[in-house]
């Protein structure tokens, strides 16, 4: 199957910071990745649908500036969680698909944020 | 909107033992379901997906069934191994242009003791 790539796998930061996790896909361009949350022993959350160059569509209750989203290009979609703060600690997983019309969706290996 | 139901949340085997997982969704214009594997501090692995224009599909060890009239369809892994050990999704969306957004079940745990 398609390759994500998802970096860091884990980041731990101060309360206030911002933190960056970029998703690439490595061997197919991505016209549309996924960011989920998912909180320990739960399901996937689905947060924002990221669109390359177009804005991204948020899921209802996720704060759009809270968490900023960029696609800028084909392979490349980053979720950066602002002024972090300890309720947001949770796993953060991107996802994507193989071009359009593939239903297959690849997901990263994920991200540990722990906000202290 | 879209929600998928996932039964059981735990699930507990002896090696060589059948686990079936099943999985009902609400949404009848639903017509793509995958099944991914996740083991912990990792991301879901893809394993098996079934399309609502086919009733059954196998690959070596695992299976899927759907039943598009019931809404529900289910994961079948028989001659389990300890290493099938993990947390399984199962999921529901909507293909189109572009894919539609995937809606996960709320997961089973599945543990498979030697």
């Known amino acids: 199957g398609a390759v994500v790539s998802q970096h860091p796998s884990r980041v731990i930061c101060k309360s206030g910071t911002s933190v960056k996790i970029e998703c690439r896909s490595l061997?197919?361009?991505?016209?549309?990745m996924f960011w989920y949350r998912q909180f320990p022993k739960q399901s996937l959350m689905l947060m924002a649908t990221s669109n390359e160059g177009s804005k991204a569509t948020y899921e209802q209750g996720v704060e759009k500036d809270k968490f900023l989203i960029n696609h800028a290009s084909l392979t490349l979609s980053t979720l950066t969680v602002t002024s972090a703060h300890p309720e947001d600690s949770s796993f953060y997983i991107c996802?994507?698909?193989?071009?359009?019309?593939?239903?297959?969706?690849?997901f990263g290996s994920g991200t540990q944020l722990s906000v202290l | 909107g879209e929600n998928v139901e996932q039964h059981p949340s735990t699930l507990s085997v002896q090696e060589g033992d059948s686990a079936v997982i099943k999985c009902t969704y609400s949404?009848?214009?639903?017509?793509?379901f995958p099944w991914y594997k996740q083991e912990l501090g990792k991301g879901p692995q893809l394993i098996i997906d079934i399309r609502s224009n086919v009733g059954e599909k196998k690959d070596q060890r695992i299976a899927v069934t759907l039943n598009k009239t019931a809404k529900h369809f289910s994961l079948h892994i028989t001659e389990t191994q300890p290493e099938d050990s993990a947390v399984y999704f199962c999921?529901?969306?909507?293909?189109?242009?572009?894919?539609?957004?995937?809606?996960f079940g709320q997961g089973t745990e599945l543990s498979v003791k030697p």
């Open positions: 949404d009848s214009a639903s017509n793509y």
């Open positions: 996802s994507a698909r193989e071009g359009q019309g593939n239903e297959k969706l690849f």
């Open positions: 999921a529901a969306s909507r293909s189109g242009n572009q894919g539609g957004k995937l809606i």
């Open positions: 061997d197919f361009q991505a016209t549309t």
